[in-house]
């Protein structure tokens, strides 16, 4: 199973990132799709998901200031962050939760904020 993420790199606060994360056509039409976050010193958490009826969760911390998307025709999620501050510094995942129970997750991408 293979998620891949893109987009990360090296920000300036302020600014906006999108991150896409890529699937296969299985794992986007079955699995339960969305983003995590690791940030320095701190354990991986949830900041947003999208729902399997396709509306969007997101994490207390991060609403206002993430916004989930999907494109069917790429098998692909989105996590667009606008008005990067320090604290969105860290690894983002893009994970599947899958009905046969097994959740699986893809190498992540570095997101880092200078000032």
């Known amino acids: 199973v293979q998620l891949v993420e893109s987009g990360g790199g090296a920000v300036q606060a302020g600014r906006s990132l999108k991150l896409s994360c890529e699937t296969?056509?299985?794992i986007f039409r079955a699995c339960t799709m969305g983003?995590?976050?690791?940030?320095?010193l701190k354990e991986?958490?949830?900041v947003s998901i999208l729902r399997p009826d396709g509306t969007p969760w997101y994490a207390d911390s991060v609403k206002g200031h993430f916004a989930i998307s999907q494109d069917n025709s790429k098998n692909s999620?989105?996590?667009e962050i606008v008005s990067l501050?320090?604290?969105d510094t860290g690894v983002y995942y893009c994970a599947a939760d899958c009905p046969d129970g097994m959740k699986y997750?893809?190498?992540g991408t570095l997101v880092t904020i200078s000032s």
Request: glycine share 4%; net charge positive; proline share 5%.
């Open 24 to 26: 296969s056509i299985y």
């Open 35 to 40: 983003w995590y976050r690791q940030s320095p």
């Open 44 to 46: 991986r958490e949830a």
């Open 77 to 79: 999620i989105y996590l």
């Open 85 to 87: 501050r320090n604290e």
């Open 105 to 107: 997750w893809g190498n």
